[in-house]
């Protein structure tokens, strides 16, 4: 009685306010009877007639399939998509008080709303499972809030399933009567459908008693679709996750488009397409080094090389040269004493640039050897370096000390004392060799004169005219009486020559002086 009344009063909330939608609305079904004449008085359209006064099998008011079926299957297409509160089901009594006859055909049924034909395609609103006998009962009222357009009623009576033991031997469906209440525009609700449904919800439909949207446009959340989606989620529902944007950026609610662009590793609009091969960091802009040990191969994040760097080159990412004063692989090796401290070449150590002093080879490693010292081991040790002529490699500083009269940090400066004593020493031979000269010219100055007058006394007699010149020449080790008097005149006459003998310090020449005589 308590649920008879819960029925009724529901039909008289839900009546009062919706349409029927499936009124006079083409219906099918499984399995007719047998017979023609059947088919049209328990046909398929007698359920949506809007007569339910006589829900007997004479009535003609009622569908009835056909018998001995395993399933039973009908529907009606409403024929555009409404937006349903509920569905009642006036099912057959033969006009009998509940329960009829016929409660244990309806027991077990299944009701759906599809958008196609199929059940399986549909929303499950109902299914009678009851344990007690004598229900279910013959009118039903079933809220299902959804949007569809065909309403399907099924029942079965599998083999080998075990139903209730006040369930039929097989499926029927024996309905007098179904309506489906609802709006017919779902992009309203409320009880006179002239509520329109949220605009941010999908397809603008939402339930038709509460205005909650059934569904939220991209990006869009919340009962009335009214809250854009979370960070990092975005799409229908808010159900798809953000790539990686740049920066950990969210991502654009609707699209998952990432405005500035990918995080390092990922490319494309929505930033989740890992880097291909060769390439990493945002939005993979970047190559990897062909200074790679394996060229061309690194972390998509980080551009840090697979393997490490080719010799010369410095981790992570292998596109920059050793520094620092090191080489070779993994900038591990040291570089020699290259000249002004320069970087050595990155690669192999070679200095471009040569030496520091005191070192020499390509990679100026080699201490200079003994003798020389400076820049590249160019320059020698001075010869006035003591014990045995070594100097120091870097600033030429004699090992031993100097040789005896020269000093300096070099030893190359010469001692006052010893210059001293040497030229008092060459002046004294000079001045003694100027005066023997002076004397031994003066000397044969007077000779050639006696002779001269001797001679001029001859020749006067004879009545020849003679006159006396004195020459003087410069000696390279010629004899003197050779030297160019071949020259002079028949008549000329050698008198006296004199060697003046080369002086000290000077070099090995000598200075002649001559007399003659010519006569006309």
């Known amino acids: 009685m308590v649920i008879i009344i819960c029925q009724i009063l529901l039909c008289v909330i839900y009546t009062t306010a919706y349409e029927n939608a499936a009124l006079r609305k083409p219906a099918w079904q499984k399995h007719n009877w047998p017979e023609a004449h059947y088919d049209v008085e328990w046909g398929a359209a007698k359920a949506v007639d809007g007569m339910y006064t006589d829900r007997a099998a004479g009535g003609n008011q009622c569908t009835l399939s056909g018998p001995s079926q395993t399933t039973a299957m009908w529907r009606v297409d409403l024929e555009s998509m409404v937006s349903i509160s509920h569905i009642n089901i006036y099912y057959r009594t033969d006009n009998v008080p509940s329960p009829g006859v016929f409660y244990n055909r309806f027991a077990g049924f299944y009701l759906y709303v599809s958008n196609t034909t199929s059940k399986d395609d549909g929303h499950l609103c109902f299914h009678e499972i009851q344990n007690v006998d004598g229900t279910p009962v013959e009118n039903q009222t079933i809220s299902c809030s959804v949007h569809g357009r065909y309403v399907i009623y099924y029942n079965e009576r599998r083999p080998g399933v075990t139903y209730p033991s006040y369930y039929s031997r097989d499926a029927y469906n024996e309905l007098c009567e179904v309506e489906v209440h609802g709006c017919s525009d779902p992009t309203f609700y409320g009880k006179n459908c002239d509520q329109p449904c949220p605009d941010k919800c999908q397809e603008k439909r939402c339930n038709i008693s509460t205005g909650h949207c059934l569904g939220c446009i991209p990006g869009y959340q919340g009962l009335r679709c009214s809250q854009v989606c979370d960070k990092q989620a975005y799409g229908l529902e ?12 969210p991502c654009h609610y609707q699209n998952g488009t990432c405005p500035r662009g990918c995080d390092a ?121 003591g014990r045995n002529g ?49 004397f031994i010219v003066l000397i044969g100055s007077i000779i050639n004169f006696l002779m001269w007058k001797r001679n001029q006394t001859e020749y006067a007699k004879k009545g020849e005219t003679c006159r006396s010149e004195t020459r003087s020449a410069h000696n390279s080790g010629l004899d003197p009486r050779m030297q160019n008097w071949e020259t002079l005149p028949n008549r000329t006459r050698m008198r006296n020559f004199t060697i003046i003998p080369n002086l000290p310090g000077k070099s090995k020449t000598s200075y002649l002086y001559c007399s003659y005589f010519h006569c006309t």
């Open 390 to 438: 070594s100097c120091d490699q870097t600033t030429g500083i004699c090992d031993g000390g100097c040789e005896e009269g020269w000093s300096g940090p070099l030893c190359g400066t010469e001692e006052l004392s010893s210059r001293v004593t040497s030229c008092t020493d060459d002046n004294t031979a000079t001045i003694i060799s100027i005066v023997v000269s002076i």
């Open 238 to 249: 808010c159900s798809s996750s953000c790539g990686n944007c740049s920066d950990g950026e």
């Open 265 to 385: 590793g990922v490319y494309g609009e929505k930033c989740q397409i890992p880097c291909q091969p060769g390439f990493y960091g945002k939005n993979c802009g970047q190559r990897c080094s062909e200074n790679c040990k394996v060229t061309n191969r690194c972390s998509r994040f980080t551009g840090e090389c697979d393997g490490g760097c080719k010799p010369g080159w410095k981790m992570p990412t292998c596109q920059r040269e050793c520094d620092g004063g090191m080489y070779g692989a993994g900038c591990t090796q040291k570089c020699g004493s290259c000249l002004n401290n320069k970087q050595c070449h990155h690669v192999n150590g070679t200095c471009l640039s040569g030496c520091s002093s005191g070192y020499q080879g390509g990679h100026c490693k080699e201490n200079c050897p003994s003798g020389y010292f400076g820049i590249n081991c160019e320059n020698s040790c001075t010869v006035y370096c």
